[in-house]
T-cell receptor, first 111, second 114 residues
Framework: GEDVEQSLFLSVREGDSSVINCTYT??????LYWYKQEPGAGLQLLTY?????DMKQDQRLTVLLNKKDKHLSLRIADTQTGDSAIYFC???????????FGGGTRVLVKP | IAGITQAPTSQILAAGRRMTLRCTQD?????MYWYRQDLGLGLRLIHY???????GKGEVPDGYSVSRANTDDFPLTLASAVPSQTSVYFC?????????????FGPGTRLTVL
């Protein structure tokens, strides 16, 4: 969706950290999400953050939210080959439960 | 059945033909959604339903219709398919009431319109 933007591609070496960035435009966003899509499959929720939080950590995943700049990032520590996938950020606005997705970032993990 | 199922897995369709994509969930979720996924555009919402008996238009509804006769099923119909409707279609569902309201996605239907 045009209101949520992501870079198209990220290449990272196995064992390094990956950082995927996302910008959004609607300041009324309540929840922001990261979904993962593996080849030939649907999307699966990876993690999410509520808009009143700055950071959320879940094992190898760290989500940072900068509400002032409307910037969301996902850091994957110790990236593994199984992390190769397309990652989508999405925002949920204050009105309703519909999501607006970014275009997706394809992450390629090289051994 | 566990989660969301979609049928068919893939389909090649002649332009002008009518096609219904099926979606069924067994989680008793209130809300259901249809998205199309196109390269570089992410997922765009076609139609949604917040509860059985109600539907709404998403970002790209033209050429598509939906119905929600019961909680479990949410079919998407292309009345007269056109080549620009070639895409991968994903159905999703969510509880519609909880805070984070996670959406659960089906495996997708790959549709090619010639």
């Amino acid at each position: 969706g045009e209101d949520v933007e992501q870079s198209l591609f990220l290449s990272v070496r196995e064992g390094d950290s990956s950082v995927i960035n996302c910008t959004y435009t609607d300041s009324s966003s309540t929840y922001l999400y990261w979904y993962k899509q593996e080849p030939g499959a649907g999307l699966q929720l990876l993690t999410y953050i509520f808009s009143n939080m700055d950071m959320k950590q879940d094992q190898r995943l760290t989500v940072l939210l900068n509400k002032k700049d409307k910037h969301l990032s996902l850091r994957i520590a110790d990236t593994q080959t199984g992390d190769s996938a397309i990652y989508f950020c999405a925002e949920r606005r204050a009105a309703g439960n519909k999501l607006t997705f970014g275009g997706g970032t394809r992450v390629l993990v090289k051994p | 059945i566990a989660g969301i199922t979609q049928a068919p897995t893939s389909q090649i369709l002649a332009a002008g033909r009518r096609m219904t994509l099926r979606c069924t969930q067994d989680m008793r979720h209130n809300a259901m959604y249809w998205y199309r996924q196109d390269l570089g555009l992410g997922l765009r919402l076609i139609h949604y339903s917040n509860t059985a008996g109600t539907t709404g238009k998403g970002e790209v509804p033209d050429g598509y219709s939906v119905s929600r006769a019961n909680t479990d099923d949410f079919p998407l119909t292309l009345a007269s398919a056109v080549p620009s409707q070639t895409s991968v279609y994903f159905c999703a569902s969510s509880d519609g009431t909880s805070g984070k309201d996670e959406q659960f996605f089906g495996p997708g239907t790959r549709l090619t319109v010639l």
